[in-house]
């Protein structure tokens, strides 16, 4: 069941990713959540020289990385508490939010903003920017976004991408019969 469901998100999310893919030239992830860790289920690879080593089926940590971030931002709090009593936050990077409460603040920005960002959090030399995407239960199924190395995807440039970055997680929610909740999109 766990396939059907991740192949019909790649499908709804097929058209979008080529979109970012093409518009920004940059690897395009789509992330699920499998227990409390990120996992990649679907990926268009850079169209510059040089790439991303993620795989689709890998899982990343969900509190320093782009797509894990913007899965966790609208996950109801009791949820999100019991996901911070599970896990130790590990400090992979100098930028790496390992505190909880710091962690929570940033899950506010990222409700506000529409997006979240991963500024060289998980690896020190990668960028990413990610919006959530909702099922008809009005709840986060995944995430899409853009990651790239830092040396040619700054955090501004990250920040540009963000209304793109939503408009793509829009439009995958309408597919799935969801409603996008965030404003401004």
């Known amino acids: 069941q766990q396939l059907q469901k991740n192949d019909y998100l790649q499908e709804a999310a097929r058209d979008e990713m080529v979109r970012l893919n093409d518009l920004y030239l940059e690897t395009i992830h789509l992330i699920g959540r499998e227990d409390d860790q990120g996992v990649y289920l679907a990926k268009l ?24 971030k913007a899965l966790l931002a609208w996950q109801d709090l009791p949820w999100l508490e019991g996901y911070l009593e599970r896990n ?8 790496t939010l390992a505190d909880p409460v710091a962690l929570m603040r940033e899950m506010e920005v990222i409700r506000v903003r529409g997006y979240s960002l991963d500024n060289k959090e998980h690896h020190d030399d990668i960028i990413c920017v990610a919006a959530p995407v909702f099922g008809p239960d009005g709840r986060p199924v995944c995430s899409i976004g853009i990651s790239a190395p830092a040396y040619r ?28 909740p965030i404003q401004g999109v």
């Not at 690879?45 to 969900?62: A, D, E, H, Q, T």
């Not at 936050?89 to 930028?95: G, I, P, R, S, V």
């Not at 995807?153 to 996008?180: H, N, P, R």
């Open 45 to 68: 690879g850079s169209k510059n020289s040089v790439g991303l080593r993620s795989r689709v089926g890998g899982k990343i940590p969900m509190y320093c990385t782009g797509g894990g």
């Open 153 to 180: 995807f700054s955090l501004d440039k990250a920040i540009g991408c963000g209304s793109q970055v939503m408009a793509s997680a829009a439009a995958v929610t309408a597919k799935l019969g969801g409603t996008y």
């Open 88 to 95: 130790a936050l590990q400090k992979f990077t100098e930028n």
